[in-house]
């Protein structure tokens, strides 16, 4: 199993629980997945098997961080200078940043250091928690802030950093990539979306006609929009019953999904939406079998400094795991970026065929994806594209 299938497995899991109600919803299983990874880095015993199992760990610690770090090196290589259709020059921007905020005077080990330069890029950084944590907090919070370019103004809340905090493990990533083929403003029109309850909405919808990858299956249509570049695309998954669809999601079946697509003629019509979603996932990490990591008793991260905490209070457990995420789709393309905090505390033209039709004016999920790896880096569900946030 490599990085991009750990990723997405991972994903998959959270998404069942964080989507849990009908409101829109996105999140990172990238981001979750490569801060996890950075706490995983100094786990021991019981504590680490436990993430290993959440997070569908490739095998050993190195080997899990080497196909992360691998990952995230060729998401990286994407950023570049594209020419679109009309020879303009246009900029894809898929930024993905780690940063590991110690207190000052903490005694870490020097292999996890050495991990974490190594492997994810991120050179310890020192701050004082204990003797003022709202000063660490305005930090931390003003390094997401510049990688997400402003995006995620504010990851942690002062109730989330307090003397006792020790370790806290950042990821954020930032995305901005143009359609390929743009959608056309003056074809954007007011039109009806029929939410969950059968209530309805007005809402602008992009319209287009394209060859896009298409398929249908047993309950489901699905789309795939491709970026700039020729790598980054976004899927559109359109269940007949979304309830049913969401019970039975696995990251095979989405693998099934994103096979078996071929280029179609599509008269294509998607809502403008903005959604973004703040979540908090210790409750869920625990329910999905890592309860150690979280257990200030019980926890084992003394690859990373002090002891285990069976032997004694004075050590490291994950207090909590924050993740923002937020995203905006338009005729242009898509911007979007996420943030995980770790918080450890001692303790084509010309056709003239016909066009399937495919108009997603009911809820429906989507899938921001790498096509090269298969690896999610953002996933949610248009529940009401009119909804502000």
Request: net charge negative; charged share 15%.
């Amino acid at each position: 199993m490599d990085a991009a299938v750990a990723i997405n497995s991972l994903g998959v899991h959270l998404y069942r629980r964080v989507s849990a109600g009908t409101g829109n919803v996105v999140f990172s299983p990238a981001s979750v997945a490569i801060a996890l990874d950075m706490a995983r880095a100094g786990a021991q015993g019981e504590t680490a098997a436990q993430m290993d199992a959440v997070l569908h760990a490739v095998g050993s610690p190195a080997a899990q961080a080497e196909a992360i770090s691998s990952l995230d090196q060729a998401l990286s290589s994407l950023n570049g200078t594209y020419p679109d259709l009309m020879g303009n020059d246009l900029p894809v921007e898929l930024r993905i940043a780690n940063a590991p905020f110690a207190q000052l005077g903490m005694t870490i080990a020097p292999a996890y250091l050495d991990a974490l330069a190594a492997q994810f890029g991120a050179p310890l950084r020192l701050v004082d928690y204990a003797q003022d944590p709202n000063a660490a907090r305005l930090l931390i919070n003003a390094w997401v802030k510049a990688q997400t370019m402003g995006r995620i103004p504010q990851l942690l809340s002062p109730p989330d950093v307090s003397t006792l905090t020790r370790l806290v493990l950042v990821n954020a990533i930032y995305l901005h990539a143009p359609w390929l083929l743009p959608f056309d403003p003056k074809s954007t029109a007011p039109g009806t979306f029929t939410r969950a309850d059968a209530s309805q909405v007005e809402v602008p919808m992009m319209t287009t006609h394209a060859f896009w990858p298409y398929a249908a299956g047993n309950g489901w249509r699905a789309a795939e929009l491709p970026y700039l570049g020729g790598s980054l695309a976004l899927d559109v998954i359109l269940p007949d019953d979304l309830a049913s669809f969401e019970a039975h999601l696995s990251s095979a079946e989405l693998t099934r999904i994103t096979s078996a697509f071929k280029p179609q003629p599509l008269a294509f019509t998607l809502p403008r939406f903005h959604i973004q979603t703040e979540v908090r996932l210790a409750d869920t990490l625990k329910a999905l079998g890592m309860p150690l990591a979280f257990d200030r008793q019980r926890a084992d991260f003394s690859g990373i400094a002090l002891s285990p905490c069976t032997e004694s209070p004075d050590c490291l457990y994950i207090s909590q795991v924050i993740h923002q995420a937020n995203i905006d789709v338009d005729e242009k393309g898509t911007t979007a970026a996420a943030a995980t905090a770790v918080v450890m505390g001692t303790g084509g033209p010309g056709y003239q065929g016909p066009w399937i039709t495919f108009r997603l004016d009911r809820p429906f999920l989507f899938v921001l994806r790498d096509t090269k790896t298969g690896a999610m880096l953002f996933m949610g569900r248009v529940a009401d594209p009119s909804a502000k946030a």
